[in-house]
């Protein structure tokens, strides 16, 4: 069965850099959502989309923007990293019951 | 206090045996309630989920679910050494919207 993609799985950037995440949801999922996990931590929520609208908002800093397309992929772009950055980025779709994870991307920040 | 508690472990448990992982959650509006499992530098993966009080069963797993104590629950029947990861139990309010997840209980299923 299809699954959610994240592109690209890793990514190392400097401090003050741009990094710009991709997920794709599955097939026919309307809603992506973004959370962020340090070591050790629990996922943290950053924001979600449903058709293609904001709908929810975490715990993302006003460095970090999102989107979703008309293909219902998003993009999380970060702008003037930070060491704190580094973690891991999940993107999750959910059609009904229960949200699915995509298999992260691993941003390190130098 | 977190919206959504669990023990960290580790909870260790014999090959065979049944695990117990336990979660509360303060939010009495919590509508919908999830299980996850994740290994080290894994996405979190679902396992199950439950809406009304009860239990559920699918597989080797059961969730249970009582509003009134703002628990939830998932066992593991016949723990496996594959079953040693983190559980994540998440918790949310509305449907479709974002959902909180607890600090996780790691599980070590001893051969």
């Known amino acids: 069965a299809a699954g959610v993609i994240q592109s690209p799985r890793h990514l190392i950037k400097e401090k003050r850099e741009t990094a710009t995440l991709k997920c794709y949801p599955i097939?026919?999922?309307?809603?992506v959502y973004w959370y962020q996990q340090g070591p050790g931590q629990d996922p943290q929520f950053l924001i979600s989309f449903y058709e293609k609208m904001q709908s929810d908002k975490g715990s993302i800093p006003d460095r970090f923007s999102a989107q979703q397309f008309s293909d219902y992929h998003s993009e999380l772009n970060m702008s003037s990293l930070e060491l704190g950055d580094s973690a891991l980025y999940f993107c999750?779709?959910?059609?009904?019951?229960?949200?699915?994870f995509g298999p992260g991307t691993r941003l390190t920040v130098l | 206090q977190k919206e959504v508690e669990q023990n960290s472990g580790p909870l260790s448990v014999p090959e065979g045996a049944i695990a117990s992982l336990n979660c509360t959650y303060s939010?009495?509006?919590?509508?919908?309630f999830f299980w996850y499992r994740q290994y080290s530098g894994k996405s979190p993966e679902l396992i199950m989920f439950?809406?009304?009080?009860g239990d559920k069963e699918d597989g080797r797993f059961t969730a249970q679910l009582n509003k009134a104590s703002q628990y939830v629950s998932l066992l593991i029947r016949d723990s496996q050494p594959s079953d040693s990861a983190t559980y994540l139990c998440a918790v949310n309010q509305n449907y479709g919207q974002n959902f909180v997840f607890g600090p996780g209980t790691r599980l070590s299923v001893l051969p």
């Open positions: 097939p026919r999922h309307d809603t």
């Open positions: 999750a779709s959910s059609y009904g019951p229960g949200w699915y």
């Open positions: 939010d009495r509006g919590s509508q919908s």
């Open positions: 439950i809406y009304s009080n």
